[in-house]
C-alpha cells in the first residue's frame, strides 16, 4: 500500500482527516487537533481502498469526525478529504527535528552552545521529511534553536502536514505576533505549540533573553495565539536569573487559561559543557523520578539541522545519516540505544543504580567530555525524555482529551532578584551574603 492523496487546489493544502498505523494500532485523526478515533485495522483497510479506487468517504466517518471534532465530512471521494498513511517497517511513531540552531535569545541556560544558522537546502528538508515519514513517524515536534525564524520553517511546516504528520512546534514565542506566523497556524492549526516562559516582568525577561523589547513582543504573540484560539502550553523555565518571578511566571500562564509546566533542572550543552548548570536555582530544583529506561531510539529519533539522527537530544553520539543513507539507517538506531543505556565510566558496577535519577546517554555524555563531576550530574540535569515525553495525544475509542493539571502547589516566601555588579553581571553565590553553595 503506498500513501495516496488528492490532487488539491491550493499548493500547500493539507488533508482534513488521516489515517494511519500508529505501532500496534490504527488512528483516525484530524491534523491540529489533541484527540483522535482509534480504529480497527479492517476500516483501516476498508479507508485505504476508497482513496485508491476513489470511492466516497464511508458513512461511518463522518459519524466518527462529527462526534469527535464536531466536523462535518462532505459526501465525496475519500481522497477529496483523507490521507491514508501507509505502514511502516520501521517501527518509529515521534520524532523531534532541530530545524536551525540559530536563535534570537541568548539565554545563559540554553543547551546549545553555539546558535549557528546553518543546515539543509529546501530539497534536503523535503528528503528528510519524507524519511521520516517512511520510517512511521506521526507526532513530529519542530524546535530549534529558534524554529520559526527559519526562512524556510513555513515551507516544511506545510510539507509535514502534507504528509500527513500531527506537527507539535516549540518556541520562543517572539514570531508569534508576526503575521505571516498568524495566518500559516490559522490556515494549518498545529497540534500543540509549546511556548517557553523565562519571565514575568520586561526588566527580568529581556534580562535572561538579552534581547530588549522582547518582553512586549513575547507578551503581544501570546496574546495573538489566544485570539487565535491556539493549542497552546507554556513551559516555565526557572533560572537563577528569573526565580524570584517563579509564582509570578505561573500567574501569568494561568492568567491566559494556557495550560503550563514548570521546570528547573537543567542540563548541560549538547557537547557537555556545564555553563547551563551554573545557572540553575538551587532552591528551585526538583527531584526526578527513577530512571527506568525510555523509548529513545525504539519508537522515537531525534534529527539535528543537518538531517542527523540520534536515539534523542542528548544520546547524540553514535548517529545515522538520514540525508544520504536513507530511512535504512535508521535500522541502526535500536543498537545504538542499547549500547548507550549500559552502564560506563563511573556508573560500572555502581551499587545505586536501581534508584539512580539520571538518563544513562546523559551520564555516558558527561563523563565522555570530562565537564561535570558525577555527583552534579545526578544532583542538577534534567531527564532528556521530558521534552518529549508528552509528543501524542490521549486517544480514545472514540476521541480523547487532555486533563490540564496544576504542576506547582504551595507557594515560596518572596525573594529578590540575583545579586549584579556595577556591569550588571550576575554575581557568582559564593560572593553573595548568606550563600554558601
Known amino acids: 500500500m503506498t500513501t495516496t492523496t488528492s490532487t488539491r ?6 488533508p482534513r482527516l488521516v489515517a494511519s498505523p500508529f505501532l500496534a494500532q490504527h488512528l483516525l485523526l484530524r491534523p491540529g487537533r489533541a484527540s483522535g478515533v ?4 479492517a476500516r483501516y483497510e476498508e479507508l485505504a481502498t476508497a482513496v485508491r479506487e476513489g470511492l466516497p468517504v464511508p458513512a461511518w466517518v463522518a459519524d ?7 466536523m462535518d465530512v462532505p459526501a465525496c471521494p475519500a481522497g477529496d478529504v483523507l490521507l491514508v498513511r501507509e505502514r511502516s517497517a520501521y517501527g518509529y511513531a515521534r520524532a523531534s527535528w532541530e530545524i536551525n540552531l540559530g536563535c534570537d535569545y541568548d539565554c545563559d541556560f540554553c543547551y546549545l552552545p553555539d546558535k549557528v544558522f546553518a543546515g539543509l537546502r529546501w530539497e534536503g528538508k523535503q528528503r528528510l521529511l519524507r524519511v521520516m515519514q517512511k520510517a512511521g513517524v506521526l507526532w513530529l515536534q519542530i524546535t530549534g534553536g529558534e524554529a520559526l525564524i527559519d526562512k524556510q520553517f513555513a515551507a516544511a511546516y506545510v510539507y ?8 507539535q512546534v516549540s518556541t520562543n514565542g517572539s514570531s508569534l505576533r508576526k503575521p505571516p506566523i498568524r495566518d500559516l ?13 523565562y519571565g514575568a516582568t520586561a526588566e527580568t525577561y529581556d534580562r535572561v533573553t538579552k534581547n530588549r523589547g522582547a518582553f512586549g513582543r513575547w507578551i503581544t504573540g501570546l496574546d495573538a495565539a489566544r485570539e487565535d484560539g491556539l493549542p497552546v502550553r507554556l513551559n516555565v523555565i526557572v533560572s537563577d536569573d528569573n526565580a524570584h518571578e517563579v509564582d509570578a511566571m505561573a500567574a501569568l500562564a494561568a492568567s491566559y487559561g494556557f495550560h503550563h509546566e514548570v521546570f528547573t533542572n537543567m542540563s548541560p550543552t549538547i557537547d557537555g559543557g556545564a555553563n547551563p548548570l551554573a545557572s540553575q536555582s538551587l532552591a528551585d530544583l526538583k527531584p526526578r523520578s527513577v530512571f527506568t529506561g525510555c523509548n529513545a531510539g525504539r519508537t522515537f529519533f531525534h534529527v539535528n539541522p543537518h538531517g542527523v539522527a540520534s536515539v534523542c537530544k542528548v544520546g547524540r553520539d553514535p548517529n545515522v545519516n538520514l540525508v544520504t543513507e536513507g530511512v535504512d539507517a535508521l535500522t541502526r538506531l535500536g543498537v545504538i540505544a542499547e549500547s548507550l543505556q549500559l552502564r560506563t565510566g563511573g556508573c560500572s558496577g555502581c551499587t545505586k543504580v536501581g534508584a539512580c535519577r539520571t538518563c544513562r546517554p546523559l551520564a555516558t555524555s558527561t563523563r565522555r567530555r570530562g565537564t561535570v563531576e558525577s555527583s552534579t550530574v ?10 518529549h515525553r508528552n509528543a501524542r495525544p490521549d486517544v480514545s ?3 480523547g482529551y487532555h486533563r490540564p493539571t496544576s504542576h506547582r502547589a504551595g507557594r515560596r516566601p518572596a525573594r529578590t532578584a540575583p545579586s549584579r555588579d556595577d556591569r550588571g553581571r550576575r ?7 548568606g550563600h554558601g553553595r
Not at 482509534?38 to 485495522?41: A, D, N, T
Not at 554575581?427 to 551574603?433: I, K, L, Y
Request: charged share 25%; proline share 7%; hydrophobic share 40%.
Open 38 to 41: 482509534r480504529i480497527p485495522e
Open 427 to 433: 554575581v557568582p553565590d559564593h560572593r553573595r551574603p
Open 378 to 387: 545526578n544532583m542538577e540535569v534534567t531527564d532528556h525524555d521530558s521534552a
Open 64 to 70: 466518527a469526525a462529527g462526534q469527535a471534532w464536531g
Open 9 to 14: 487546489a491550493e499548493a500547500d493544502s493539507v
Open 160 to 167: 509535514a502536514h502534507q504528509l500527513g504528520m500531527m506537527v
Open 185 to 197: 497556524f490559522a490556515r494549518h492549526r498545529p497540534y500543540r505549540l509549546t511556548v517557553s516562559v
Open 397 to 399: 475509542a472514540r476521541a
